[in-house]
């Protein structure tokens, strides 16, 4: 731990001085500008390390929420600053290679004010954006959906990410807006929290309050195994009324219908007791005429089960990129961003989930809970 948080002092201390430099120093504004916004950069600095040891755990966020918020916000700031210096060096580049001067430092001191209000601007809509989760209705068709299961509704909870910055209230407001729906089944596809469960597994005791005529099921992602205790949240949730389901599957009837959840538990490399995803075991005699719903918190999960007559995956984990353009950096670690859409044979759908990591910033990339009804053709 101590050599990561090393690293990643160096590494935001590098980009901001680089930003300063860019900004401030190189357009040559007034040595008053470029000392206050030094102090400016200096302590976003502070505040952003400080952060990230509330959000491993090292720093108790009871009590200091705040200041992961203001470090992680501050991040968001920082990395739209990155993108807006990004785009300003392009506008410029003909300049410098032509060696225009007297062309360049003009468009630089219009453009850097111009970078940072955006930087600032859009964070400040992020924020907004990020606060908000909403219910998506979602309606998938199947012939495989018994007319005693047509219109049956899930509601799919995933990427909460409680803890360092945001707490129980969070968690509550989501359950309200679930409940409000009365979903006949609520899934969760991992992510509920960031820490362990000493330090934040309170802030998730809401759970407690999902209501379903069917139950409560769910599977874990990578933040439950990053903390290091995936054993421990399963234990969490399991007080809390949510059947996990590890590697298994479990047939619901009802209405003269029937349908199959399996769930596969992440497949982080954190994982090195041999509790990573099975399909085999996750899929064991699962009827091939009877719908099956895979839980998996990654939608590239989905690779494992291709071939194996699975009609409908539900996972997370790509917050949609939560923060434009970071999505293009998300596909390419997985096959689908969000919404629905086919891996290989199997149908995903991914939501942008209800939460956000890191900064609590969303931007073009809205905080989600996917309500999803189900239909025969």
Do not use: C
Not at 178 to 187: G, K, M, S
């Amino acid at each position: 731990m101590s050599v990561f948080v090393a690293v990643v002092a160096v590494l935001l201390a590098l980009v901001t001085w680089a930003l300063h430099r860019r900004l401030f120093v190189t357009p040559q504004w007034p040595y008053a500008a470029q000392l206050a916004s030094a102090v400016v950069f200096a302590l976003g600095w502070a505040a952003m390390l400080l952060a990230f040891l509330v959000q491993g755990g090292v720093i108790d966020p009871e009590g200091t929420r705040w200041l992961a918020w203001l470090g992680m916000t501050w991040l968001a700031v920082l990395w739209y600053l990155i993108v807006g210096t990004l785009v300003l060096g392009l506008v410029l580049l003909p300049m410098r290679l032509a060696g225009r001067r007297d062309l360049r430092r003009p468009l630089l001191r219009t453009g850097v004010p111009a970078v940072v209000i955006v930087a600032l601007a859009t964070t400040g809509y992020g924020l907004s954006e990020a606060a908000d989760p909403a219910i998506t209705p979602i309606t998938i068709t199947n012939d495989l959906v018994p007319a005693g299961l047509d219109g049956l509704r899930i509601a799919l909870i995933t990427d909460l990410h409680v803890g360092p910055v945001r707490d129980a209230r969070f968690t509550e407001r989501v359950v309200d807006l679930v409940n409000a729906e009365q979903p006949d089944l609520v899934v969760i596809a991992g992510d509920i929290a960031d820490g362990t469960v000493a330090q934040v597994g309170s802030q998730i005791e809401a759970l407690r309050r999902l209501d379903a005529d069917l139950g409560v099921y769910g599977v874990d992602g990578n933040h439950e195994v990053i903390s290091g205790e995936p054993a421990k949240w399963a234990h969490q949730w399991h007080d809390l009324g949510i059947e996990v389901l590890h590697n298994e599957n479990v047939t619901i009837e009802t209405g003269g219908g029937a349908l199959t959840i399996a769930g596969l538990p992440d497949s982080s490399g954190g994982r090195t007791d041999g509790t990573g995803p099975d399909a085999d075991a996750a899929l064991a005699g699962v009827h091939p005429d009877v719908f099956t719903l895979l839980l998996a918190h990654q939608p590239g999960m989905a690779e494992l089960v291709k071939g194996r007559g699975v009609n409908l995956q539900l996972s997370g984990h790509t917050h949609g990129g939560q923060l434009w353009p970071f999505n293009v950096l998300v596909r390419l670690q997985q096959p689908t961003l969000d919404g629905l859409a086919p891996v290989g044979d199997v149908p995903v759908l991914t939501s942008r989930g209800a939460g956000a990591w890191g900064p609590p910033v969303r931007v073009l990339a809205p905080p989600e809970i996917p309500l999803i009804t189900l239909r025969t053709r």
